[in-house]
Nanobody, 117 residues
Framework: QVQLVESGGGLVQAGESLRLSCAAS???????VGWYRQAPGKQREWVAG??????NYLDSVKGRFSISRDNAKNMVYLQMNSLKPEDTAVYYC?????????????WGQGTQVTVSS
């Protein structure tokens, strides 16, 4: 089991930046990690991820968001620049691993990001 705790959300104005952090309770070095978000009345959507040595992004955040990880600290980050009102959502950290028992997905409790126009 892995516990994930997000932090860094808040209320900002359009054009401003936030940096989300995700702290894992143990090493997630071998896991794929990512950030998802869920806006009111919408389904949860994938935002960004690190798989192997590759990073990938939702088209609408490319060039504005940057995901990174610090394996020594068991941390995952999401730097969000040039925020837009449509980025308003609860952001969730995810870590996934495949073991002999199958795929295990771990989620944090989420952190609210609100962008005002």
């Amino acid at each position: 089991q892995v516990q994930l705790v997000e932090s860094g959300g808040g209320l900002v104005q359009a054009g401003e930046s936030l940096r989300l952090s995700c702290a894992a309770s143990r090493s997630i070095f071998t896991m794929n990690v990512g950030w998802y978000r869920q806006a009111p009345g919408k389904q949860r959507e994938w935002v960004a991820g690190i798989s192997g040595g590759s990073t990938n992004y939702l088209d609408s955040v490319k060039g504005r968001f940057s995901i990174s990880r610090d394996n020594a600290k068991n941390m995952v980050y999401l730097q969000m620049n040039s925020l837009k009102p449509e980025d308003t959502a609860v952001y969730y950290c995810n870590a996934a691993e495949t073991t002999r028992w199958g795929l295990s997905n771990y989620w944090g409790q989420g952190t609210q990001v609100t962008v005002s126009s």
